[in-house]
């Protein structure tokens, strides 16, 4: 499969990753029994820079959970015989905190959907927000992001590729063509 465009370069991903750090900290009044949970895989590292860039911003640091919805998919049969599960590690409780999800790219909101419900089995959170790094549309539940570092309109036949450096050695967003 190849990249037919880049969407976003290392610089672009790092300045909307600063705005969101940004947009949550204003939107919430501060960090305050907030926490961020990545969604495995790539939204993992994305709430460890957010996460981040938010202790520079506020002197203090916000807990990052991990959450693997393998297991909470309506999809599961669709995607593999054997789910491989990555895990959940989240160290703290959620219970009457702020969450705010991370992942890297919202499509038909099902994810989300799947997140929202392992998180609602874990504890009863006060809010959960959600920041995605590109929202690419075709939404097929009524989910909205409260944070989107780029919008970008795509046909169904193709797909977007978020690069992190820790999974695959480069930070880029491309978009290329679905192979027939």
């Known amino acids: 499969m190849k990249d037919k465009a880049e969407i976003m370069d290392e610089n672009a991903m790092a300045r909307a990753l600063t705005r969101i750090s940004h947009e949550i900290i204003e939107k919430n009044k501060g960090v305050e029994e907030l926490v961020l949970i990545g969604i495995q895989r790539r939204g993992v590292p994305l709430a460890k820079r957010i996460a981040r860039k938010i202790s520079e911003v506020e002197g203090s640091e916000v807990p990052v959970g991990i959450l693997d919805i393998t297991l909470y998919r309506d999809d599961l049969s669709l995607l593999a015989e054997h789910p ?42 006060k809010m959960i927000q959600l920041a995605v790094l590109i929202d690419r549309g075709h939404r097929e539940l009524p989910i909205r992001p409260d944070y989107v570092g780029k919008n970008v309109p795509t046909s169904k036949n193709e797909i977007i590729n978020v690069k992190v450096t820790e999974i695959d050695g480069q930070n880029a967003v491309t978009i290329s063509d679905m192979d027939h």
């Open 84 to 125: 491989i599960i990555n895990g959940t590690e989240i160290n703290f409780s959620i219970t009457d905190k702020k969450i705010v999800l991370v992942d890297d790219v919202i499509y038909t909101g099902r994810t989300v959907r799947a997140a929202i419900d392992a998180l609602m089995d874990i504890g009863r959170p």
